[in-house]
Nanobody, 115 residues
């Protein structure tokens, strides 16, 4: 089964940047879709961005123009570059893999945007 480990979460000031990483236990080419989700305190988990095995990318409207999803196939790692961060971006960020009918979640990494 695919294993996912997120890292990179931190406390950052509004307007700042962070890069999250998701280390994947197998080749990214074997995974149909890699997603980033987030869950803010007291709110439902929401989808943020995705990248397919073919390289197609889509973003939620709330992060479009500020966040960039990418991948390093040699390192089996997916990234989420987050710029111009806002307090509303405060959340636990989760990596998610869709491989065939299997869905796998990481344990998450906390991003706090505050002055």
């Amino acid at each position: 089964q695919v294993q996912l480990v997120e890292s990179g979460g931190d406390l950052v000031q509004p307007g700042g940047s962070l890069r999250l990483s998701c280390a994947v236990s197998e080749s990214l080419f074997s995974i149909n879709i890699m997603n980033w989700y987030r869950q803010a305190p007291g709110k439902q988990r929401e989808w943020v961005a995705l990248i397919t095995s073919g390289g197609s990318i889509t973003y939620a409207d709330s992060v479009k123009g500020r966040f960039t999803i990418s991948r390093d196939n040699a390192k089996n790692t997916v990234y989420l570059q987050m710029n111009t961060l806002k307090p509303d971006d405060t959340a636990v960020y989760y990596c998610h893999a869709a491989k065939g009918a299997t869905r796998t979640w990481g344990k998450g990494t906390l991003v706090t945007v505050s002055s």
